[in-house]
Structure formats: structure tokens, C-alpha cells
T-cell receptor, first 113, second 110 residues
């Protein structure tokens, strides 16, 4: 049973435009969410997180939106750059650092110059 | 700057060998994790540890064991390597400031 789903295996956008990556979850106990970026042959790099007490968190070009009633979150990248081309993973957890992270299968983002 | 270091970037081992993957973190985190990443399957949790000498099975523990003798070090052991354990192995460490990964170990079992 997949508790975190990224339904789009890939996404292609033009440089300078907005990239929107989506993630759905089924476990209502999840209350902390993270996004990671991964290049081939490297470990995932933490991008941004959000806890369930918020519905939006921004860090530079990256914004994460959380819709708890829909059990949905999205990552917006504005403006997209060719260096953003990578696999993006959504992860979810119960609150507190003693809980494991459950990951989606990832979305490959390609930003075309 | 936070640091999670995995002992090898690339490893090639023979079927049946015992394989040790080492991970060290310098953030004084209690929680450490081992994941594997395979194409189309995302990151799957093998084992995690929430304290020294404590461990919990993840989603795919079969064929693996772990050791956590010191807070900063978490080892993944393949008791008898098999070709279906060829994968990218990722160690992570989690604390109040977030969860951070090492650079990964690409293991090939031949």
C-alpha cells in the first residue's frame, strides 16, 4: 500500500516558467512533509519542508503548499532553471524526528533552455 | 554544515560475500536510516535506528541486518550478497533540524 504517491513520473517545462510537482498521501497521521532533489549517482538534497500547522512555506524560488483536507501537497519552482533538472521526491512523516520518512516514487523534472 | 558520510561511492562484490556499508553523521542525531533506491520504485526503507543499539525493520529488511554501536555510526550488512541487492544505498540522519542524506553507495553484486 503506497502511502505517498507522486502520480507524474516526469514533467517537462521551459526555462523561466513555473514547475509544479504534486504529491498525495493517504495516512492521516502524517503531519510533516519534505521535498528532496536528487541528481543521478548522488544522495538526495533537502529542499524545503512544511508541517501541518501551516499551509504554505517559501524558500527563495521554492514554495510548498499543503492542503490537509485533500491530503495533497505541491512544490512550486519559480522561475525554473536548467540546473533544476533532477528527480524530486516527496516524503511524509509523523511529527517528531523519531519517525521514519515515507517517500513517493519521484518525479523527473526536465527544464529546457 | 551538516554531514552524513558513506564509506564508499561505488562497490562491486561477488554473490555470497558479506558486505558492510558504513555511514557516519556529525550532527548528534538520534535517528538514522538506510534506504535503497531502484528505478521506478523510489526510496524504500530497509532499517532504521532511533538510538544506540536500537533498531527497527523497515519495509524491505529481508537479506539485511544493521549495527549501531555508537550514536554517530550506522552500518548496513548484507549477510550473503545476491544480485537482486544491486542498488543505490542511501543513509540518512534525522534530528530536529531536518533529515539529511549521505552521497549514496552504488553497489553492484556480480
Amino acid at each position: 500500500d503506497q502511502q505517498v504517491k507522486q502520480n507524474s513520473p516526469s514533467l517537462s517545462v521551459q526555462e523561466g516558467r513555473i514547475s509544479i510537482l504534486n504529491c498525495d498521501y493517504t495516512n492521516s497521521m502524517f503531519d510533516y512533509f519534505l521535498w528532496y532533489k536528487k541528481y543521478p549517482a548522488e544522495g538526495p538534497t533537502f529542499l524545503i519542508s512544511i508541517s501541518s500547522i501551516k499551509d504554505k512555506n517559501e524558500d527563495g524560488r521554492f514554495t510548498v503548499f499543503l492542503n490537509k483536507s485533500a491530503k495533497h501537497l505541491s512544490l512550486h519552482i519559480v522561475p525554473s532553471q536548467p540546473g533544476d533538472s533532477a528527480v524530486y521526491f516527496c516524503a511524509a512523516s509523523r511529527g517528531g524526528s523519531n519517525y521514519k520518512l515515507t517517500f513517493g516514487k519521484g518525479t523527473l523534472l526536465t527544464v529546457n533552455p | 554544515d551538516v554531514k552524513v558520510t558513506q564509506s564508499s561511492r561505488y562497490l562491486v562484490k561477488r554473490t555470497g560475500e558479506k558486505v558492510f556499508l558504513e555511514c557516519v553523521q556529525d550532527m548528534d542525531h538520534e535517528n538514522m536510516f538506510w534506504y535503497r533506491q531502484d528505478p521506478g520504485l523510489g526510496l524504500r526503507l530497509i532499517y532504521f535506528s532511533y538510538d544506540v543499539k536500537m533498531k527497527e525493520k523497515g519495509d524491505i529488511p529481508e537479506g539485511y541486518s544493521v549495527s549501531r554501536e555508537k550514536k554517530e555510526r550506522f552500518s548496513l550488512i548484507l549477510e550473503s550478497a545476491s544480485t537482486n541487492q544491486t542498488s543505490m544505498y542511501l543513509c540518512a540522519s534525522r534530528g530536529a533540524t531536518g533529515a539529511f542524506f549521505g552521497q549514496g553507495t552504488r553497489l553492484t553484486v556480480v
